[in-house]
Structures are given as structure tokens and as C-alpha cells.
């Protein structure tokens, strides 16, 4: 299936957008380890926090899944049962690998599989340490998708991340709530910290002593109930459609600003962007709106610490790349080969397809901005970020576009293209 994309003069409106990915999925984990009952509001019904929710489930705990909220019933730190089946984590790498932590310290054998992407996303930076902390985990080739892991004594490591990854450091934390004595994971840079902040308001004692975080293992965890604010994720598209479209404005509401999360609006900002911080509110997470104004856009270097604060926002950055004025050098963003696709070629490839002048590098990108870009037949990979990404650019091209399987989108922002409709017509 094919989705046909015009071009449009402007944006208007507000927005809402899905709630964050990384906190629906560890409210749910987390939640099944409590104590108690978690009513998870703002829940994101994407495919992939459907699959965190089916893999527990089959773990004996139960899940309520209505409109308006999810229950967990929590089974307690040492309550899951052993799964009769095998558990499939769909698309999502971040079920697949923090499950992977969790299940290292069950009594229970257990089998974790996903679909022909995850198949082929690389485990073993995730095997590794947790094998030091005892975990008896192997996996097809040795590092891939399907994991077998089987019930093992795990102890406290010190760790030192090889990059900076939120999904790596979860992991290990999560091993960690199993393991004999304390677990420390030392960060090259700050990622994004939801793991933390949830286990510290369950009860558990995390402590941070500037890179280093360090899990005591708590006797239990008590529910609570966690409000998961808007994804900066998905509400990276509206921000850069609304710049790079003339005489634009939206305000997207509730979205979730944490430190760790909010590297796009700071490159954004340093390329040229007027997005206003509103409302400004949250304990646990920051929450704020923000309304974001058409700008004359300039290109920048982005790369260093900020990548992990950015890192699935890349792809819509390098669309607002390729309509700034000047080059943009995207660096450091190796992590990018090894998500739903090769993003670094993804992009590279269909920007091109557009005119954009941008070459792919080992570790990213440079993008020469400023030259009009043309409709174009769009691939999305199968890949969620990509095709929502071309989408951005499609509005902005003279002609116009179409992208081949637009359902994808539907991991984690299902009423992506209607959302878009709606602000092309101004209501």
C-alpha cells in the first residue's frame, strides 16, 4: 500500500500526541514487579507497548486495557510465573532488551523473540554484562533474536557503559533488582533516565554520583500510579513541519520535557527555531506545551552528548537539515545503523530521492540545506520514524509524494497521518 502526499502552505492547530514510548513501557515492567495496583493514564497503544503488555500477560500477570487507562495488576518482585509459550516482542527493541534484565533473574526458562527486524538487531551488548552478572542468556549466532535464558544467580557488577544507551543501562538495573548485592552503571554521557526516576518513586534506592547510578535491590516495589506524558518523539514532527512550513504555528500540549529527552529542541534551537516552552508543570516528569513558529532555519554540528538526547529524533532533524539554510554535520550517531533500520542510509537515501544534496557518513550525516526539493516515491522501511520523517518532508516539497507502507506508523503513533490531515485544514 502506497499513501499520496501533497504539498501544503501552512500548519495551524493544536496538538496532542501519543504518550511516551520509554515511560508507557516501563510503567507497565514495572508495575508487574510491584506490589499492588499501577492505573497507567496517557498510555501509548502502539504496537510496541502492546507487545510488553502481551509478554506479561503471558507471564501470569494481569493487564485491564481500556481507553482511558491501563491496570497492572502487580504479581510482585519474585511473582512472575513461567510463560507457556513463547514470548514475542514484535518490533520493539526496547521490550526485547529490558525484558532481557528482567528474565535473567527468574527462577523460570523463558524464550524471547521478535519480528524479522529485531531478528536482525544485534544482542549481544546486552548479553555481555549481564552473563558477568551470572545470567545464563544465549542467542541464535550468539547474538541475536531468538534469546534463550535460563534461571541463574545473579550478583551486583560495576559496569561501565560502552556508550551511552538507556536501553543497555535499563537492562542491567533491572537485572539488578535480582542480584546479590549492588549494581552500578557508569555513563560516557547522560541518556534518557526514565528507568530511574520510576524505580526511585516505586520505593527502590538508586542513587546517582555524577556518571555513576547504583541500584540497591529492594526487598519490593510499590505501586503507584504513573500519568505518561506526551512522546517528544512523535511531537518532534509537528515541531518540524510547523518551522520549515511558511506562516505556520501549533502548540502541542503536554509534552514530556525531561533533560534527558530534550536534545531536539536544543539543536532546534541552535539552528534557528522560535519554539516557546508553555505551561510548565510535572513531579516525576516534566510536562510543558510548546508552540513552535515558522523559522529561517540554519544548519549547525550536532554530535557529542547530545546524541543520546536525540538520537530517534534524527531522522525529522535531518528533514529540517535538508530545508535550512548551510550545512549540517550529523555526527556521533553510529547507534542510528542498528534500529527498525539503517537509518544513516534510510535517510541518506531518500533525501536524495528528493534533491537534497546529503551524504551519509559512517557515523551520520551532512546535509546542504536550502535547495528546493522536489515530490518523490518515498521508502519508509518498514520503519516507523522513517516514514512519519518523509511525511514531514512530503508537505514541504513542490509536487507531489508517496510512501510505501504508511500502516507502520502505527508502532508508536497510530493517528500520525490523521493528526496531519486535520492541521492541513485548519480546524
Known sequence: MHLTRFPVSSLRGTVTVPGDKSISHRAVMLGA????????????????CLSTISCFRKMGVEIDVSDEQVVVHGAGLHGLRAPSELLYTGNSGTTTRLLCGILAGQPFSSVLN????????????????????????????????PLTIRPASLSG????????????????????????????????APSRDH???????????????????????????RAVDVEVPGDISSAAYFLVAGLILPDSELIIRNVGVNPTRTGILDALEAMGADIERLNERGEVEPICDLRVRSSRL?????????????????????????????????????????????????MTAELARAGADVRGTEDGMIIRGGRPLHGADFCSYADHRIAMSMAICALACEGASSIDDPACVAISYPAFFDTLDRLQHNE
Do not use: W
Request: charged share 25%.
Open 33 to 48: 514487579l510491584a506490589e499492588g495496583t499501577t492505573r497507567i493514564t496517557g498510555f501509548l497503544m502502539g504496537e510496541d
Open 114 to 145: 521478535g519480528d524479522a527486524s529485531i531478528q536482525k538487531r544485534p544482542m549481544g551488548r546486552i548479553i555481555q554484562p549481564l552473563r558477568q552478572m551470572g545470567a545464563d542468556i544465549d542467542g541464535k549466532d550468539g547474538n541475536l533474536c
Open 157 to 188: 557488577i560495576r559496569y561501565v557503559l560502552p556508550v551511552a544507551s538507556a536501553q543497555l543501562k535499563s537492562a542491567i538495573l533491572l537485572a539488578g533488582l535480582f542480584a546479590d548485592g549492588q549494581t552500578t552503571v557508569i555513563e560516557p
Open 195 to 221: 528507568t530511574e526516576r520510576m524505580l526511585r518513586g516505586l520505593g527502590a534506592s538508586v542513587e546517582t554520583d555524577g556518571s555513576a547510578i547504583t541500584l540497591t535491590p529492594p526487598e519490593t516495589l
Open 298 to 346: 540554519h544548519g549547525t554540528e550536532i554530535g557529542g552528548d547530545i546524541i543520546p538526547r536525540l538520537i530517534d529524533e534524527l531522522p525529522v532533524l535531518a528533514v529540517a537539515a535538508a530545508f535550512a539554510e548551510g550545512e549540517t554535520v550529523i555526527r556521533d550517531a553510529q547507534e542510528l545503523k542498528v534500529k527498525e533500520s539503517d537509518r544513516i542510509a534510510a
